[in-house]
């Protein structure tokens, strides 16, 4: 069966640090696009942070540049979101998705994204 699954997630105060992890299941494919997304309550689901696991290529949103690091597991189907320097807006559950890299057309586009998790949740107190 396809899908996703992180781990991860937890509770720290502002500046704290946490390291998400996602993997890939099912059939194993030749390169990946793999993503992290988050939904505050009441708001939208956002991009985080995009990795290609092709050739490594990332992309973040405005608000973690600098404080968030996507990488790629040693294995093609795996990959962590270390988030360093937490605040509170970072608050949310955060979803791991991942997609065959052809069908990829690169950005926060959520419909290229055919594998999504459950949903780990990220809480950070002041």
């Known amino acids: 069966q396809v899908g996703v699954v992180e781990s991860g997630g937890g509770s720290v105060q502002t500046g704290g640090a946490l390291r998400l992890s996602c993997a890939a299941s099912?059939?194993?494919?030749?390169?990946?696009?793999m993503g992290w997304f988050r939904q505050a309550p009441g708001k939208e689901r956002e991009g985080v942070a995009i990795?290609?696991?092709?050739?490594?290529?990332?992309y973040y949103t405005d608000s973690v540049q600098g404080r968030f690091a996507i990488s790629q597991g040693n294995a093609k189907n795996t990959n962590y979101l270390q988030m360093n320097s937490l605040n509170p807006e970072d608050t949310a559950m955060y979803y791991c998705?991942?997609?065959?890299?052809?069908?990829?057309?690169?950005?926060?586009?959520?419909?290229?994204?055919?594998?999504w998790g459950q949903g780990t949740q990220v809480t950070v107190s002041s």
């Open positions: 998705a991942a997609a065959p890299l052809t069908y990829c057309s690169g950005g926060f586009s959520e419909t290229d994204f055919s594998m």
């Open positions: 099912g059939y194993i494919y030749s390169a990946y696009c």
């Open positions: 990795i290609y696991t092709g050739d490594g290529t990332t």
